[in-house]
């Protein structure tokens, strides 16, 4: 038996301690990367991961891998392109393979409207040091002839931003990297064990009612995807989120290779292959507020149409499997990161659909948060309290798909 599956066996096995330095409520992508930068960067190893099924179950097992940074806000661009900064060490980092592969991404304009959409994009990403050009039908034609440029006779394409540095990465490999991590600088990492309750005492959360007894913390990190909001209301906090289902497939192998993601808001779906040679594909979420993981045969319906209209070949393709994620959505389509009022109680939430992006940035700059007391600048505009002061980071164009 091998050290990897020794240690998978081994995560939860123990009963979880009476008390912890820190507490992260969440064993998925953004609460494993916390633990591992506060042991790593900050040497905080007194940490305990509660995760209520197994780690990476969630909406980190559920999403379509895609790494970018190319959005529409300064703050959110430098965010993420530190986030694409630490993927691209992230193997070397971990000491384990993640697979990721720097692809590019193709965002395809069918509209006048569109096209200056994607050009003011480009401007404003390589500005700001995020790598994005405007590409004209023949440049796409070269970088993806897949593409059907007439769009099946009715989403003809005038253009695109190519964002070179777009990228992908294996889902599972990147939760277990950051939990094995964590696991071997002394984080306690604990599955099926449900947080019930939050402890308040003067107004200051001091730790957390589980299923397996309650915990004492110095500090609760909520870094939970879904029921952010239930959780939050045992403190007596409220988060404007709004929970929908965003829904995904996966085909049979295609023997060429697409080389880049290829991405249509026009159309709303995002295509890319797997290092597998399958080809992924997904839509907008649902419209209606859900917290359903179920998937449904309409989704596969209208999300194949539109996947076949830019690549045609698809329709030789198979279905092998689809699934369901939930979104946490904010007001602003920016995520959520920081204090929430009540002391000794943070969160990480409003991820929609771009969690897995943001994993390694979230996670290290949450850590730096935690350890120094000190919001880093990098995350400082994403706080809760910015919809009070009416500050938000308005960004829905980037999400691609809403």
């Not at 790593?40 to 097992?61: F, K, Q």
């Not at 060490?89 to 720097?102: D, K, P, S, W």
């Not at 649902?286 to 998937?295: E, G, I, V």
């Amino acid at each position: 038996m091998n050290e990897f599956v020794e240690r998978s066996i081994a995560i939860g096995t123990s009963s979880p301690r009476a008390s912890y330095d820190v507490v992260i409520i969440g064993g998925g992508g953004h609460g494993l990367a916390a633990a591992y930068y506060l042991a790593t960067r900050h040497g905080i190893t007194n940490v305990a991961v509660l995760e209520r099924n197994t780690i990476g179950s969630g909406n980190s097992g559920r999403n379509t891998t895609v790494i970018r940074s190319n959005y529409g806000i300064p703050e959110a661009v430098a965010f993420y392109q530190r986030s694409i900064d630490l993927y691209e060490g992230l193997e070397v980092e971990l000491g384990r393979a993640v697979m990721h592969r720097t692809k590019g991404l193709l965002w395809l304009a069918h509209s006048e409207a569109t096209v200056r959409a994607e050009r003011a994009r480009a401007a404003i990403n390589s500005e700001l040091g995020a790598e994005t050009h405007f590409v004209t039908p023949e440049e796409i034609r070269r970088i993806c002839p897949q593409i059907d440029l007439d769009g099946g006779g009715s989403y003809p394409v005038h253009g695109a931003s190519w964002h070179p540095h777009g990228a992908t990465a294996r889902h599972d490999r990147v939760v277990w990297g950051y939990a094995e991590g964590a696991i071997a600088r002394g984080v306690h990492v604990h599955q099926g064990i449900s947080v019930q309750g939050l402890t308040v005492r003067a107004g200051r959360v001091v730790g957390v009612e589980t299923s397996a007894g309650p915990i004492g913390a110095g500090i609760v990190l909520s870094a939970v995807g879904g029921h952010v909001s239930t959780l939050m209301a045992m403190a007596g906090v409220r988060v404007p989120i709004t929970t929908y289902r965003l829904q995904a497939a996966v085909t049979n192998h295609y023997s060429e290779t697409l080389a880049p993601i290829v991405i249509s808001s026009d159309l709303l779906v995002y295509v890319s292959q797997t290092p597998r040679g399958e080809l992924l594909f997904g839509a907008e979420v649902d419209r209606a507020p859900t917290y359903s993981y179920r998937s449904d045969v309409e989704f596969l319906q209208a999300c194949s149409l539109r996947a076949m209209t830019l690549l045609p070949f698809m329709r030789r393709l198979r279905v092998l499997r689809q699934w369901a994620g939930v979104c946490d959505m904010s007001p602003d389509y920016s995520p959520i990161m920081g204090a929430t009022g009540v002391e000794g109680l943070l969160v990480t939430t409003g991820w929609g659909t771009w969690g897995f992006k943001g994993i390694p940035a979230g996670g290290e700059a949450i850590a730096e948060l935690v350890a120094t007391g000190v919001v880093p600048e990098l995350i400082a505009p994403f706080g809760l309290g910015r919809f009070a002061a009416d500050r938000t980071m308005a960004d829905r164009g980037s999400a691609g798909t809403h």
